[in-house]
């Protein structure tokens, strides 16, 4: 087997994003397999290497030329303060494609109600320095200790207050927490060495893997929708359905019969398709979709 010239070595996150990110890969078009104690996967594309990374650590090794990119949150970047390229967004996390926040969070009981109220107090957190960058914000000087995890436990007894991250909340509230404010908003990032960014054959690399990557985000959380209508019935079919942009509308062999071909929310098609029915649509399929490039 003869090797390529060029290879982008890529690190995949390890931990809460893994399982996450090998299925988007899946989706996007590369099979990735991971050994059960392996930490250099195999991909189906001999024109990349790929090595698992903690993503707390991903943008260290970025940055050091180690790795060619790497897949982290943006938090990470901005806690360990790398000097990486974030090439693109890919907004996805461990439960769903969203978003997370750092908070503070305090306990339900507690008199602390703004950051100000820190004063002094004990802050327990992974992200040491985004939390000391908050609290120098509102010039409150508190003692903020590292937690190596179980965060959430560690408040009232270790400590007055906690920064973690959250995605929908109810981690939090299952531990009897109040969220006092948004410390980091932040979202899983595709990063990239600065002198990779400059090799032009790694950086179409990248670029390419990203928009394959963001097809399937996009197609995630949707699904194609397939139906035939009368012409007569078409203008009632249209009022009811939401497109990606505009539905597409071919003609049948039969000229008073045109198939319309739509993508919607996934969510959506179980009060869809009774309406859709009650238009006159006919042969309605719906159907899965693995990426959708805009």
């Not at 996450?20 to 099979?31: N, R």
């Not at 359905?241 to 098609?269: F, M, Q, Y």
């Amino acid at each position: 087997m003869i090797m390529p010239s060029s290879r982008l070595k890529l690190g995949i996150p390890k931990g809460s994003l893994q399982d996450a990110t090998i299925d988007l890969f899946s989706h996007a078009g590369w099979k990735i397999t991971l050994g059960p104690r392996s930490y250099v996967p195999a991909i189906d594309d001999l024109e990349i290497e790929c090595l698992l990374v903690r993503a707390q650590e991903m943008a260290r090794y970025v940055q050091s030329g180690a790795l060619d990119a790497g897949i982290t949150g943006h938090d990470w970047v901005v806690e360990t303060a790398a000097h990486v390229v974030e090439l693109s967004e890919l907004v996805y996390a461990k439960q769903r494609l969203a978003r997370v926040r750092w908070v503070l969070a305090v306990p339900e009981a507690s008199a602390i109600r703004e950051p100000r109220d820190l004063q002094g107090k004990i802050i327990a957190t992974e992200v040491v320095h985004i939390t000391e960058e908050y609290l120098k914000r509102f010039g409150v000087e508190a003692q903020v200790e590292f937690s190596w995890g179980a965060t959430e436990v560690k408040v009232p007894l270790l400590a007055d207050a906690i920064v973690e991250v959250t995605e929908t909340g109810s981690s939090l509230r299952a531990n009897r927490l109040r969220i006092v404010d948004t410390v980091l908003e932040s979202a899983t990032v595709f990063i990239m060495n600065r002198d990779a960014t400059s090799d032009a054959w790694k950086r179409e690399k990248a670029e390419n893997l990203i928009l394959m990557l963001k097809g399937a985000i996009a197609a995630a959380s949707k699904v194609g929708l397939l139906l035939n209508v009368r012409r007569d019935d078409l203008p009632a079919v249209l009022a009811v359905l939401p497109a990606l942009k505009h539905p597409t509308i071919s003609n049948l062999s039969d000229p008073d019969w045109v198939a319309v071909n739509t993508i919607i929310e996934e969510a959506v098609v179980r009060q869809l398709l009774p309406k859709l029915r009650a238009a006159k649509a006919q042969g309605i399929v719906e159907y899965p979709l693995n990426k959708i490039v805009l």
